[in-house]
């Protein structure tokens, strides 16, 4: 069982930035490739971001390429979403997920074993 919880979020001004956080519980974090998915209002949840076990494969979705890198230190048990040059479109709620697959990365939710409670991440024009 692995529990997780984010932080980080918060109201943010067109083309600025946010970096969100991701701890989890328990000894076997980098046994876990990470994700992050976001879900605004009316809208299904969508992939972010996915990193592997080691951290060393990394990708993301089109929308955010360039402007978000996802990052993870396993001696801390955690995982970043580094967000830049944000823009409204970019207004959700923000979620971190594990995956214990066999693949280095996944990129679709029902992939995913374990979810965090998600935050909120606002940005106003």
């Known amino acids: 069982q692995v529990q997780l919880v984010e932080s980080g979020g918060g109201l943010v001004q067109a083309g600025g930035s946010l970096r969100l956080s991701c701890t989890a519980s328990?000894?076997?974090?980098?046994?876990?490739?990470m994700g992050w998915f976001r879900q605004a209002p009316g809208k299904e949840r969508e992939f972010v971001a996915a990193?592997?076990?080691?951290?060393?494969?990394?990708y993301s979705t089109d929308a955010v390429k360039g402007r978000f890198a996802i990052s993870r230190d396993n001696a801390k048990n955690t995982v970043y979403l580094q967000m830049n040059g944000l823009k409204p479109e970019d207004t959700a709620v923000y979620y971190c997920?594990?995956?214990?697959?066999?693949?280095?990365?996944?990129?679709?939710?029902?992939?995913?074993?374990?979810w965090g409670q998600g935050t909120q991440v606002t940005v106003s024009s």
């Open positions: 328990g000894r076997t974090f980098s046994s876990y490739a």
């Open positions: 997920a594990a995956y214990s697959g066999v693949r280095g990365v996944a990129t679709t939710r029902h992939e995913y074993d374990y």
């Open positions: 990193i592997s076990r080691s951290g060393v494969f990394t």
